[in-house]
């Protein structure tokens, strides 16, 4: 046991509740951690000097005071102290908007008290140490099998790096990225890499819900909660219990489902329509959104409290105009995934048919450069995809400000992968050196 100990670490508990203390201690001291228990901010700053702490539970309420002002000083001298350390805050439901400014000064995650489930709670705390600074820096990531992920350029590389080290965990993942950047595929890649591979993926597309259905698809129903409900129905967050579920598209809910949303994943419980019984889901969540949701935090559409909820781990997948090396892998691979479906031969680009397809911008990224692939293998005539038979569009619907963008990049990448030669950059983009000159005098 003492090998464990020192192995697990030590984690310091913060708590002017005797009885929350002494039950955190013998919670660690049996998964192998070594606790120190403080009750108030003198002893817990005297624990960071002295016992250099893997982690701290820390609760916002440690004193007669109830406002949390003392937990957020306390977890201010913490982060000037040990800055690396991770801090978990311990809040009561109705202190929430509390955590999430214990999270704007660095806090790296909150539960509600009382948390109810403890294997929950000793999860979130190895994982969350796991993820800290420190353990990154001394440890490597485990191996990720990113077989169902197409691709080898720099951006989607470092995005696959980060989620090595998160799959493991059960740390909430946001993904950020365009229609059609494969957050899906993402989320899968996260779930098929942790421990709860065995279980089951659940995806729901939140956009797709309407409003007065909510609750009974999440959360499920019982036989005669309303007209037509002939039977209970299992939610998504039944059919998520041991595994992962992915809410797609997050940032379009309604802002009643936000509250609802909000509550059963920090509690992990809720009651089916109809029902008075609290069910319980054991969950690991994924989330996805296209939007801009510190925009509409901003404008009061998108709660910020969820937002620190879901976003413990960020990561935003590049557009594929930003992917020009893999585009050439991907369409090979749809191309070859089309033969197997029909049991016939991959047809193969011919070389200005797939010069075609590294030059256009895809507005709707992987999805749409599928969609091509496939078009031109039904339409075509020959034994090889030729340009004509890509029919590319010869304007593409986006916004100046987006094309701007991705011409900047396009340039950007070519003058890189290029040395700085504007010859071969040029020729990469497909455009005499004149061209190449003219744009880079219009991008200063």
Not at 34 to 63: C, H, I, K, W, Y
Not at 148 to 160: D, H, P, Q, T
Not at 333 to 357: N, Q, V
Request: with cysteine; aromatic share 6%.
């Amino acid at each position: 046991m003492a090998e464990d100990t020192q192995q697990k670490g030590t984690i310091l508990v913060v708590d002017d509740d005797p009885a929350i203390r002494i039950s955190l201690k013998t919670l660690l001291r049996r998964a192998g951690y070594r606790p120190v228990v403080a009750a108030g901010m003198a002893e817990a700053v005297d624990a960071v000097r002295q016992e250099s702490p893997a982690l701290t539970l820390m609760d916002m309420n440690f004193s007669r005071a109830t406002d949390g002002t003392e937990g957020l000083e306390l977890l201010r001298r913490v982060k000037v102290l040990r800055p690396q350390m991770p801090v978990i805050l311990m809040t009561a439901w109705g202190s929430i908007p509390l955590a999430v400014e214990g999270m704007k000064l660095g806090a790296a995650d909150f539960i509600s008290k009382p948390w109810g489930d403890n294997e929950r709670l000793l999860r979130l705390i190895a994982g969350t140490i796991k993820l800290s600074p420190d353990a990154v820096e001394s440890g490597s990531p485990a191996p990720f099998d990113r077989s169902a992920i197409i691709g080898e350029s720099r951006g989607l590389s470092r995005v696959l790096d980060t989620l090595a080290r998160v799959a493991p965990t059960d740390a909430p993942v946001l993904i950020l990225g365009e229609n059609g950047t494969g957050k899906e595929m993402i989320a899968r890649a996260i779930h098929d890499n942790s421990m709860r591979r065995s279980r089951r993926f659940v995806a729901v597309n939140l956009g797709g819900i309407p409003r007065e259905l909510f609750e009974s698809e999440m959360f499920g129903h019982v036989k005669g909660a309303f007209t037509g409900a002939a039977a209970d129905r299992e939610g998504r967050f039944d059919a998520a219990d041991g595994g992962t579920i992915f809410l797609d598209e997050i940032g379009e809910l309604d802002a009643a489902s936000q509250v609802k949303m909000l509550r059963v994943l920090q509690e992990h419980t809720y009651e089916p329509v109809g029902s008075s019984l609290t069910r319980r889901s054991d969950f690991r969540l994924v989330a996805a959104t296209n939007a801009d949701l510190q925009s509409r935090i901003a404008d009061g559409t998108f709660r910020e409290d969820l937002f620190y909820r879901i976003n413990l781990i960020t990561v935003e997948l590049p557009p594929l105009r930003d992917r020009a090396d893999d585009i050439p892998l991907l369409a090979r691979h749809f191309a070859a995934k089309y033969a197997d479906i029909t049991a016939s031969r991959p047809k193969e680009f011919e070389p200005e048919a797939m010069e075609a397809l590294c030059r256009f911008p895809f507005p709707g990224n992987i999805r749409q450069l599928r969609n091509i692939v496939e078009r031109a293998i039904l339409t075509g005539c020959g034994e090889r995809i030729t340009a004509t038979d890509l029919n590319l569009p010869s304007r593409v619907n986006m916004p100046d400000s987006t094309l701007a963008a991705t011409e900047r990049a396009a340039v950007d990448e070519a003058m890189a992968r290029a040395g700085g030669n504007i010859s071969k950059a040029a020729a990469l983009l497909g455009i005499s050196r004149q061209a190449l000159y003219r744009r880079l005098e219009k991008l200063h």
